[in-house]
């Protein structure tokens, strides 16, 4: 059976995002910890800083968390089948 | 302060108690327990990354450069993100290969060649041992502190000291050393390293809520005190560290989280599920952010409390101790004791095993006079985990003071950074080859000793200083920290030039020469060892029986009688043949044969590690000329009914690979495709039902109409 070009394309396309996912996330990362740097981290107060790498960790760790989840579903379903 | 004997009485209690507590793990493990089963054991195990240095230094780096710290927790936290494909594969490759550490893995990887193994020994060895006196450094201090109060560099307690280290050394014999088989896991250390992360952060976390909330009125409140504070404020800013210098910290602890030879163990060789993999990395994560989260608070309050930066790394036993927190200090003491304690203990038995097996055994077998202390590998493990936890005592007691320890904890991350192109390589570019990773390897390591190392020496006054402003004979191209003239900060120039170097010739080094067919084999079975790709028959028991399983089994136990004793050899040649579920008095096939060998390397691999077995068995052939001239006869008959060459054997196997490939990708299409049809299906179907019972109904009142018209029609006549 020919499995129309438009669905082989979209998954091929989803493929991709979910490979590129990954790389997004690191360099975004990487942008967020040196943000306080971009901006100057001198002329702000003592606490932004601290606030500020605590929640981008908190974000990351939420992340981490999803796929988790997401790898844990992954698998039961493989060993469903 | 408490008193010492106290201290001391209570300490002994402490490893007492962990002595019991690995004991009757390790019983109940062996009775069919599964009590290290789980992600949340396999994620307290992994942070043994936190070690003494974060426990008391995290403070003292957060008073001197503020938010510096954070990029050593942050930075593999963001790593996590690729770690489960790349620590999967690390792991079946672990079970496959029987690797016993980080210097076997890349050995094994590329060719298991001795050479490689050694290179990746002295690294770790030479890298970590300073690291180790950092920690026993900060064990003394912190005891020092809290029994007389008086807080020094240079704080010593003589005997108490040695005795600390006695029971660290003991402790990792008993749990560590007690078997020659270093691929077997280790439940009882296991399981006191996760308590030890348990204690660790308890302790951290009642020393920080202690500072946060009962000397001040919570994070808000020390802010604004330091806010209030224009001297303060303009030391902190001061202080906050360069853009370069907070990266460099970024991709070292990146890179440190896997490589460092603790990590390695815990993370790959310890693993007793790769499904523990996925929970344990935000385990460790949250883990991560715990532990650091009252750093700054802590930092802050010390140093507005009038104390300088200097004494930052003990602001954590000195603020419960000195507002009369007694029974806090003892914990703080503790969750210290325990967080240099682990470290050494795991990093001193892999470096012990690595030494023992790519550094020392390589010599023993050349040497003819050391041949027969093969025999006694066992002792000569327990021999050099003493010495080499010796060496980082005597160098803590003779440089404790200089410049050297307070930068060694990033410099030993710098030296296993080395190992990143080599393993990663080695993992998903099946071209890096035995050449590439010698040359990178050896020249990363060359360039850190120079830019690292030798700066170091310099300012604890070893060379004359002036080699580091102006270089070594006046070549300004050639400072130390300043490598060919770049303006970053001498850390930062550490990672850019010597991963410049290593990434560099390892690279140039695969490209520009050829790997051996092994090698090859090797190599595609690293890169591709998550698709189960098979060279050799699937049926080793095909083939005639022609091979004398006894003479065979006599070969093997002549190997092993170097290594093992007699009860030993006899139980593991046993286990060899019972593994090709042949008795010992019938005749064998070739294809058995093969698998034989391969049975016999791996399980002396796991003893000696991978290298030293292999060249073990080169030394005494299982094959003799006949079997080899078979051998060659099967290969070329497998190639012969391809029709193919060699080099075009290799390319059909890629080209069904890259099939394989193409063929499950268009499984899940049309699996999807099928579940869309079928929903397709379904839902016409209903509507065909809705339509059937719309019809049916409609038939039924025409009837009942057609009746009372009739009815009707009756009534009107």
């Known amino acids: ?81 | 302060m408490i008193n010492q004997l106290l201290v001391i009485e209570l300490t002994v209690l402490y490893f007492i108690t962990l002595f019991v507590i690995g004991y009757v793990v390790e019983r109940k493990i062996s009775q069919g327990k599964k009590w290290l089963d789980n992600p949340l054991i396999y994620a307290l195990a992994l942070a043994i990354y936190c070690t003494a240095w974060t426990y008391y230094g995290n403070v003292g780096l957060a008073a001197s450069s503020s938010m510096l710290f954070v990029a050593v927790y942050i930075g593999p936290s963001l790593f996590f993100i690729f770690w489960w494909s790349m620590l999967r594969k690390l792991v079946r490759i672990r079970h496959e290969h029987n690797i016993t550490s980080i210097a076997d893995f890349i050995s094994a990887r590329y060719g298991k060649s001795t050479t490689v193994a050694a290179i990746a020994a002295t690294i770790a060895f030479i890298g970590v041992v300073p690291y180790l006196s950092l920690q026993l450094k900060a064990i003394f201090n912190s005891f020092a502190f809290i029994t007389s109060g008086y807080y020094s560099t240079s704080s010593s307690t003589g005997q108490i000291d040695l005795i600390i280290l006695i029971a660290i050394i003991l402790f990792a014999i008993v749990f560590g050393f007690r078997r020659l088989d270093q691929s077997e896991k280790h439940p009882g250390l296991v399981m006191v390293i996760a308590i030890q992360s348990i204690i660790k952060l308890v302790a951290f976390l009642a020393a920080g809520i202690f500072v946060v909330y009962f000397l001040n009125d919570g994070f808000g409140d020390i802010f604004a005190q330091v806010a209030a504070n224009p001297l303060l404020l303009e030391t902190q800013r001061a202080n906050n560290p360069t853009y370069s210098l907070f990266m460099a910290y970024l991709i070292l602890s990146m890179s440190a989280i896997i490589f460092l030879p603790r990590q390695f163990h815990m993370a790959v060789v310890e693993n007793t599920d790769e499904k523990h993999i996925r929970p344990a990395l935000w385990i460790l994560s949250l883990y991560f952010i715990l532990i650091t989260i009252f750093v700054v608070p802590i930092a802050l309050t010390g140093l507005l409390e009038g104390h300088g930066a200097a004494m930052g790394d003990i602001f954590i036993l000195l603020l419960p101790l000195k507002h009369g927190a007694i029974w806090l200090s003892f914990l703080v003491f503790l969750g210290g004791l325990a967080a240099g304690t682990s470290m050494i203990m795991i990093s001193g038995m892999t470096i012990a095993t690595m030494v023992s097996n790519h550094l020392v055994l390589p010599l023993i077998d050349k040497v003819k006079i050391f041949n027969s202390l093969r025999k006694h590998l066992l002792l000569l493990r327990w021999i050099l985990i003493t010495l080499i936890l010796f060496i980082a005592y005597v160098f803590e007691v003779k440089i404790g003071t200089s410049y050297m320890l307070i930068k060694i904890g990033m410099i030993s991350f710098a030296a296993v950074l080395q190992f990143a192109p080599a393993i990663i390589g080695g993992l998903y570019w099946p071209r890096g080859n035995k050449i590439g990773a010698i040359l990178g390897l050896a020249s990363g390591f060359a360039v850190w000793g120079y830019t690292s190392l030798f700066p170091a020496f310099i300012k604890s006054g070893w060379f004359t200083a002036s080699i580091l402003t102006d270089g070594p004979f006046g070549i300004r191209a050639l400072r130390p920290e300043h490598l060919f003239g770049a303006n970053i900060d001498p850390l930062a120039s550490i990672v850019l030039f010597t991963m410049l170097f290593n990434l560099g010739f390892y690279v140039i080094g695969s490209l520009l020469t050829e790997q051996s067919a092994e090698e090859k084999r090797i190599a595609y079975n690293f890169c591709n060892i998550l698709k189960k790709v098979k060279f050799v028959s699937e049926n080793p028991s095909s083939g005639e029986r022609l091979i004398d399983a006894q003479k065979k089994l006599k070969i093997i136990n002549l190997i092993f009688s170097k290594y093992f004793n007699a009860a030993d050899t006899e139980r593991l040649t046993n286990d060899c043949l019972a593994s090709i579920k042949q008795g010992s008095k019938e005749k064998i096939s070739i294809h058995q044969l093969i698998e034989l060998q391969n049975i016999a390397e791996k399980t002396l691999a796991s003893s000696i590690g991978a290298a030293a077995a292999m060249e073990a068995f080169i030394k005494n052939s299982l094959f003799d000329k006949t079997e080899n001239e078979q051998l060659t006869q099967i290969y070329s008959q497998m190639a012969a009914d391809l029709k193919l060459s060699p080099k075009e054997l290799s390319q059909k196997i890629n080209y069904y690979v890259e099939k394989d490939q193409l063929l499950r990708k268009q499984q899940d299409e049309l699996e999807s495709l099928v579940k869309n049809r079928t929903k397709e299906l379904e839902e016409t179907n209903a509507e065909l039902k809705r339509f059937n019972d719309l019809s049916i109904g409609r038939e039924l009142k025409m009837v009942e109409l057609k009746e009372r018209i009739r009815q009707l029609e009756s009534k009107t006549v």
């Not at chain 1, 360099?27 to 002329?43: D, E, H, T």
């Not at chain 1, 003592?46 to 990351?60: D, E, H, L």
């Open chain 1, 1 to 81: 059976m020919n499995i129309p070009d438009n669905k082989r394309l979209k998954k091929l396309l989803a493929a991709q995002k979910s490979v590129e996912a990954k790389y997004f996330i690191f360099f975004f990362g990487i942008f967020l910890l040196s943000w306080p740097f971009i901006i100057s981290i001198g002329s702000k107060p003592q606490s932004f800083p601290f606030y500020f790498y605590f929640f981008v960790w908190a974000v990351i760790l939420f992340l981490l968390l999803l796929a988790s989840h997401a790898g844990d579903k992954d698998e039961d379903n493989k060993e469903n089948d």
